[in-house]
Structures are given as C-alpha cells and as structure tokens.
C-alpha cells in the first residue's frame, strides 16, 4: 500500500511540474476561486430556519418566493435593490421581470450617467424630474408575480417597464402544481420528508463545492496547482449535474412541456399582463410591456462559436427544444394585447443583424453589449410612444 501512495505522489508531483513547466503555471487561477467564493452568498445553498432550501431565496406571503432580505442589495421586501431616493418631484421608473429585467435594472442604475439623455428624451414625463430607477425583478419571476409585485409595490410609480419572454414559458414549478404557481415553490413549500431528503443531498454537494473552492482560494498550492484546477472542474461539472438531476426529481418536470401546458403557460402571460394594464392606467401610471430576446428563438441572431457552444449544453433539454414553438405562442398573445391597446412590444428579433457575442449563457441572459442593445430598442419605442400621444 505504502508503495501505491508514493507512487501516486511521485506521479502527481511529476506531472505538476511538467504542466508547470509546458503551461508556465498561471497564478492567476487562484483569482477564479476567490471571486467565486466572494459570491458564495449567491452560489452555494445554505439552511435558512425551517426552509432549508437557501439563503439565497426566502418565502414570501405576496410573491412567494423572494430573496432572503439579509442579501447585499436588498430591500426590505425582498426585492433588488435600485436606486432610494426620498425626495418629491422625482419620476420613478419600476423594472419588473426575471432575472433578465433584473439584470437589465441594473444597468440602468450603473450606465445612468452614460444613458441619462437619452432617457430623459424618451421619457417625455420625466424630462423636468429626476430619474430614480426602481427594481422589482428577481430571477425566476414569471407572470402573475410581476403583476403581484406591481400592484403591491407599484403604487408610487410614474412607469412601469416589463421585461418577459423566457420564463413565462420555460418555468414551471411542476405538473402537481398550477402553471401560475412561482416555479420554486416546490422547493420553498409543501416539504415532505420525501422532498426534505433529496433537499439534503443538494445542500451536502453545494457545501462540498464550497469547502473545496475555498481551499483552493485561501492556499496558493492548491489555487495555483493545473492538475488540481481539472480535478475542481470536473469535480464542479459533477455537481452541477448532480444538483440538476435532484431538482428535476423534486419538481418531476415530465408532462410540463406538453402542448397545454405550454398554452397555459402562455395564456397565464397574457392574461396577468392585462390586469397588470389595467392597473396600471387606473393609477395613472404608463406601463410597457417588452418581449426579451432568446438565444433558443431560430433566426433571432447569427449565433458566434461562443453562442452555439452555449447551444451545444443542452441539446438534448426536451424543455429548451420547444422555445422556439412556445414564442410563436406569446407572439399571438403580443397581437391580442395590442388590439386590446396595451402597449406591448416583441424585441425578439433585435439581435438578428449581430454577429458578435452578445449571450452569457443557454438561458437568456446577455452581456453588457447586448444590454445596450436592449436599451436603446426599448427607449426608442417609449419615445415614440410618447411622440404619438
């Protein structure tokens, strides 16, 4: 035995220094670990009281689910964090939607200064006022819960901005669930011993991750090592795959991509977007509804090597196969508002001209350059909107 192990150490030692030598050891890898870990409160689930689903997620009595209210950057209702402001004559701009209006919110906030002329041009109301941008966007929100948050929270809005399209017809919290139900709620309530277990064995593969990402950011040997970088993304690609395969047991996501329930997915969009209208003409305040872009969408974007790899992830996703049919249907419901005069718009083919990388990942999301895209296409329609009234 004691032969085996030095034999191993010798071959792990040896190969050490050739990778060291061929690949002139990068000490930067070591950066990885520590702005991973810096983020831990966002990446790694812990136990929170009684639901030990995450810190990152409380239940909520209105939106059921929120962030959990002790996370930097968030609000006492368990929302983003946008900009405060306490002032009267202020014009109040409310971002509602996943994680792309949240994402999109935030750019708001940080490119204000850079984007400030042309929001004052497009929001005409607003032009003699200061701008406060408002987030009310958490990822995973999907119709009616941006409806819910508006109506609760929207109060002392001047606009309102929505910004939809994946989640209203990719989540769902599971076929023993209503398709209006918050998409974790199978994961924040009704917590059997069943679901309890398997809940466990999520947290003990994230806890793991974490303890290894933290040796390797806290020891130069570790951080720095080649051969211990490939063990770690291995090791991480395991629990990814690992926690997607326990989740998708908790919510047994089969039957949830049949052709009704895509339709009642869909519907509870249009629906809900309505009654959000409604509300929002009643309070006097001007709501826009904006369908996102998605990377899934056929002849939505001349794709880079970086995006068809993104693609290539889950090729195999029956529930990434069907977007591009579950658009046609929001493009149905996008005609329906706007004879019903809602001031919806469908942004799904903004990015059809680009060629270069604008997606971060196989979901939705986009970088800084397809942000700007994003707020020039959705300002430029609130302008004109404006012009025309």
């Given at each position: ?71 930097k950057g968030v609000k006492s209702h368990g929302l983003t964090k946008g900009e405060d402001d306490a002032r009267l004559n202020l014009c109040r701009v409310g971002i509602f939607g996943g994680s792309v209006a949240e994402q999109f919110g935030k750019y708001l906030v940080k490119y204000k200064r850079k984007n400030l002329e ?272």
């Amino acid at each position: 035995m004691k032969y085996f192990l030095l034999l191993f150490v010798t071959l792990v030692t040896l190969g050490e220094v050739f990778l060291r030598v061929a690949i002139k050891g990068d000490e930067s890898l070591q950066v990885y670990y520590k702005k991973r870990l810096s983020k831990s409160d966002e990446v790694f689930i812990e136990k929170s009281g009684e639901f030990p689903y995450s810190t990152y997620f409380s239940p909520s009595p209105f939106l059921g689910v929120t962030y959990n209210k002790n996370l930097k950057g968030v609000k006492s209702h368990g929302l983003t964090k946008g900009e405060d402001d306490a002032r009267l004559n202020l014009c109040r701009v409310g971002i509602f939607g996943g994680s792309v209006a949240e994402q999109f919110g935030k750019y708001l906030v940080k490119y204000k200064r850079k984007n400030l002329e042309a929001m004052k041009e497009a929001l005409r109301p607003c032009a003699d006022r200061k701008i406060i941008i408002e987030i009310f966007s958490e990822g995973s929100f999907k119709q009616p819960q941006q409806y819910i948050a508006f109506s609760t929270l929207g109060h002392n809005l001047d606009m309102a901005i929505n910004l939809d399209g994946f989640n209203e017809i990719f989540l769902d919290p599971g076929i023993h669930y209503p398709a209006y139900f918050p998409y974790l709620v199978s994961e924040m309530y009704y917590l059997n011993e069943e679901k309890l277990a398997i809940l466990k064995k999520i947290k003990s593969t994230l806890l793991l991750e974490k303890r290894l990402t933290k040796l390797m950011a806290d020891n130069p040997t570790f951080g720095g090592s080649h051969l211990l970088n490939l063990f770690f993304k291995s090791m991480e690609r395991w629990s990814h795959q690992r926690r997607r395969k326990l989740r998708r047991t908790i919510r047994r996501r089969r039957d949830v991509n049949s052709t009704e329930r895509i339709k009642e997915r869909a519907n509870t969009w249009e629906r809900y977007t309505r009654l959000q209208g409604i509300i929002g003409k009643s309070q006097g305040i001007d709501s826009f509804y904006f369908i996102q872009p998605n990377i899934h969408v056929k002849g939505s974007k001349i794709l880079s090597n970086k995006e068809e790899e993104l693609l290539e992830l889950d090729k195999l996703n029956e529930g990434f196969k069907s977007i591009d049919h579950s658009y046609r249907l929001l493009r149905k419901s996008v005609e329906k508002l706007k004879n019903e005069d809602v001031t919806v718009y469908n942004l799904e083919l903004i990015f059809k001209d680009t060629k270069k990388t604008l997606y971060t990942d196989n979901c939705c999301h986009v970088n800084v350059q397809g942000n700007d895209i994003l707020f020039r296409e959705i300002f430029n329609r609130i302008n004109t909107y404006y012009k025309r009234k």
